[in-house]
């Protein structure tokens, strides 16, 4: 078996990656340098599973991921799930302190968490994006007056230095990832399922298939709307359930939300991250 995931070595992808082969016997990593790229590869059969991330605790939901799921990975399930704690370190090369810092470079989402930090404490840094925290550490060494934003790990694998540790806004910070695949898991009796779905503009369409969930007393874990990118205004929404799609009481929602959507897919079921 063959796994992508956000590289290169380092990145918090790396970490939820290695949760999740602990109990694999035999598998082959490869690193990718986008999530655009490891969708595409696992798409064409270059790879059987990927990782990437989906939410993040602090930042919300992983928008290239949610879309790309939503709108352009036809074939591909969801079927695992892992959850790791967010540390964030301030990294640069040796001779580098916080008065001398003329760029921060990392992935979006990592600025975004550690954007108070920045503010107070860097104001005079320039922001620039990494598509990975790893590869920002990377670039950080290669341009010497920038400091990056990534793990403890990465600045151990990189030879660089820790400035700061902890960096991120809040304290408790989660980022959950998501397995994906073309087949979604088996059932466990202790499971998730991810859907996407659309209404028709007209009053309570929402609420309807809201009901639904709440008629058959399924708990809602998450809830997000998307534009639909078809008309300015509209909107498709994601929603994770607890239950697995096969179980009986899921199928009997699944097939009242046909009557009450315009478009459904369902994104796959897979077991909760313990
Ligand atoms: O860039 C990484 O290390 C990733 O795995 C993506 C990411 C970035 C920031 C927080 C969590 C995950």
Request: a negative charge; proline letters at 3%.
């Amino acid at each position: 078996m063959r796994i992508c995931y956000l590289g290169p070595q380092g990145t918090f992808s790396e970490k939820a990656l290695l949760i999740y082969t602990k109990d694999i016997k035999k598998c082959d990593i490869e690193e990718v340098s986008s999530i655009p790229d490891i969708i595409s590869r696992l798409s064409s059969n270059a790879c059987d599973e990927a990782i990437v991330p989906i939410e993040n605790s602090i930042e919300g939901s992983v928008n290239v991921t949610l879309d790309m799921l939503i709108n352009d990975a036809e074939d591909l399930m969801i079927k695992g799930e892992i959850i790791i704690p967010i540390s964030h370190c301030l990294i640069a090369c040796d001779f580098i302190d916080l008065s001398n810092i003329r760029y921060i470079i990392s992935h979006p989402q990592a600025l975004a968490q550690c954007r108070q930090f920045i503010k107070e404490n860097i104001p005079q840094a320039r922001l620039i994006t990494a598509e990975s925290t790893a590869k920002a550490v990377l670039e950080a060494k290669y341009k010497g007056t920038a400091a990056a934003i990534g793990n403890e790990r990465s600045a151990e694998i990189y030879g660089m230095k820790i400035l700061t540790r902890d960096i991120q806004d809040v304290k408790e910070n989660y980022t959950r990832f998501i397995v994906l695949s073309h087949k979604d898991s088996e059932i466990t009796g202790n499971d998730k399922t991810s859907l996407v779905f659309s209404v028709s503009n007209t009053p309570g369409s929402l609420y309807k298939v809201l009901g639904v969930f709440a008629d058959e007393n399924i708990n809602m874990t998450k809830i997000e709307s998307r534009p639909s990118r078809r008309k300015f205004g509209e909107y498709v929404f994601w929603v994770d359930i607890e239950g697995h799609r096969c179980d009986n009481h899921i199928v009997t929602v699944l097939n009242k939300l046909n009557g009450k959507t315009d478009f459904l897919k369902i994104l796959g079921s897979y077991p909760k991250f313990k």
